[in-house]
């Protein structure tokens, strides 16, 4: 099954770049939309669900460090797939065209290869496989369970919730001020910083990003998931409120500095979470929870620009410079981290009601 829905995952992903590309010929962006969007989504959700799913099961001495290794690679894919991109346009293009849709088509080739080639190495430990030397607990401990819920199960808990509130309210603080990161240096900094170190700063966000998800993630096995979580939400909530005394203080090191940390966070958050619904669900649905989880994602990713990109405009339109727009934007993504505290403040083991009678750890849905 586990196969299956990585080889399902490659033919939406791939097949989302051709209809994509399709669309990009007929002059269509609803067909773009349907293709790049809708059906390439679907193939994304389906082949990061599965990997991360397998990883938790391979590594349970190291859930966290197999996550926080396994996303680190999904955002570092961009460093990839943005520079072939460019190079593919330039191959493709003629006076006629740009070569959009030709590049599409290649990388929707690239990635359906590539993406079947995984599908077919993925594979499940054996039923009571451990790592050597690992001897698992034979009980519970503090919000770490030996037990599972199943997925119909856990959407009945407020731990879900509960979690669902922290992955939401970490994304849209992190992905909101990414998506503005450029603009937003160059305008609390006018004359200082140029579109080009403007461009540097974004790609040395990204790397921290990047770092982020491991170093986060694998620092969570040793202080608990929700202690990690703690600290993104209380250092994040004091990096936010001091931005903009950067811009006050003019110190552009600073700036990148808080920045730097933020999104460390930012993706240390999106590669914790897995491990956390690990310890609490179990591993029986963990891929088939998780994906329900992230629709958080999913949300926050409107969320977070809309309220930057909302409250910047809103400013600007009431007479406040450019320099100071973001202020008050930076004081409300603060606010929010606060309610995720709380929200990761309130968790705790769930109810023995919800755990299942069976203990078969075979029967993830995503297997």
């Not at 065209?97 to 290649?106: N, R, Y």
């Not at 990690?228 to 003019?250: D, S």
């Not at 649905?285 to 930057?308: F, K, M």
Request: hydrophobic share 50%.
């Amino acid at each position: 099954m586990r196969v299956l829905t990585c080889r399902v995952a490659a033919c939406c992903f791939g097949g989302g770049f051709v209809v994509a590309a399709f669309g990009v010929y007929i002059h269509n962006i609803w067909v773009i939309y349907l293709g790049y969007g809708v059906i390439g989504g679907i193939g994304l959700g389906l082949g990061y669900i599965s990997p991360v799913s397998t990883l938790i099961k391979w590594f349970p001495d190291r859930p966290g460090m197999a996550t926080g290794m396994a996303i680190m690679g999904f955002g570092g894919g961009a460093f990839i797939a943005s520079p072939l991109s460019n190079q593919l346009m330039k191959y493709y293009s003629t006076p006629q065209s740009v070569g959009v849709a030709s590049t599409f088509l290649t990388l929707g080739a690239i990635y359906f290869v590539m993406m079947t080639i995984g599908a077919f190495l993925v594979r499940l430990p054996a039923k009571g496989w451990k790592p050597a030397g690992f001897v698992p607990p034979a009980q519970s401990q503090r919000l770490i369970t030996t037990r599972n819920v199943d997925v119909n199960e856990a959407l009945k808990t407020p731990q879900f919730y509960l979690l669902w509130g922290v992955l939401f309210l970490n994304v849209t603080a992190g992905i909101g001020v990414l998506g503005q990161a450029s603009a937003m240096s160059q305008e609390m900094f006018p004359g200082r910083v140029s579109v080009d170190a403007a461009a540097g700063f974004v790609g040395l966000l990204s790397l921290f990003n990047m770092a982020g998800r491991f170093f986060w993630a694998s620092l969570s096995d040793y202080i608990g998931r929700k202690a990690t979580y703690m600290i993104f939400f209380l250092l994040g909530t004091a990096l936010y409120a001091f931005v903009p005394t950067t811009g006050q203080l003019g110190s552009v090191a600073l700036f990148v500095l808080c920045y730097a940390v933020i999104l460390s966070m930012y993706g240390g958050g999106f590669a914790t979470i897995p491990a956390y619904l690990r310890d609490i669900f179990g591993t029986m649905h963990v891929g088939a929870i998780h994906g329900r989880l992230l629709t958080a994602w999913s949300a926050a990713g409107i969320a977070g620009p809309a309220i930057v990109n909302y409250m910047r405009q809103y400013q600007i339109d009431h007479g406040v410079p450019k320099a100071q727009a973001y202020n008050t934007t930076m004081y409300v993504m603060a606010g929010l981290l606060v309610i995720g505290f709380l929200c990761n403040f309130l968790m705790k083991a769930v109810n023995e009601r919800h755990y299942a009678r069976t203990q078969d750890e075979t029967a993830d849905l995503f297997t």
